[in-house]
Nanobody, 127 residues
Framework: QVQLVESGGGLVQAGGSLRLSCAAS????????LGWFRQAPGKEREFVAAFYWSGSSTYYADSVKGRFTISRDNAKNTVSLQMNSLKPEDTAVYYC????????????????????WGQGTQVTVSS
């Protein structure tokens, strides 16, 4: 049973940066599909970024492309999300997710594709 724990959330001013980390136990993330999702108050959980196929390819939601970067450290069994040029609309609870299946670029954007989820970390961007 894989357990995921996010950290790094907080309060930041618009234009600032935050780095989220997700540490895994109970499984080796190097062979997993890994993704980040977020959920703003009153909205559905949405895809942010993910690795797919062999784990070397990345895909981003249009809303974060060019500002966010997903990375992984196989030695530390972690996946991170570097968030730059943050906007108030980025305010949400951010979740990391993992699944052992080698999903396609379409499948990685779907919530139902992921078996394991972290508890979430709050990111608040003030204007």
């Amino acid at each position: 049973q894989v357990q995921l724990v996010e950290s790094g959330g907080g309060l930041v001013q618009a234009g600032g940066s935050l780095r989220l980390s997700c540490a895994a136990s109970g499984g080796t993330l190097s062979s997993y599909t890994l993704g980040w999702f977020r959920q703003a108050p009153g909205k559905e959980r949405e895809f942010v970024a993910a690795f797919y196929w062999s784990g070397s390819s990345t895909y981003y939601a249009d809303s974060v492309k060019g500002r966010f970067t997903i990375s992984r450290d196989n030695a530390k069994n972690t996946v991170s999300l570097q968030m730059n040029s943050l906007k108030p609309e980025d305010t949400a609870v951010y979740y990391c997710a993992a699944d052992p299946a080698p999903y396609t670029i379409v499948e990685i954007t779907a919530i139902y594709s992921y078996k394991y989820w972290g508890q979430g970390t709050q990111v608040t961007v003030s204007s």
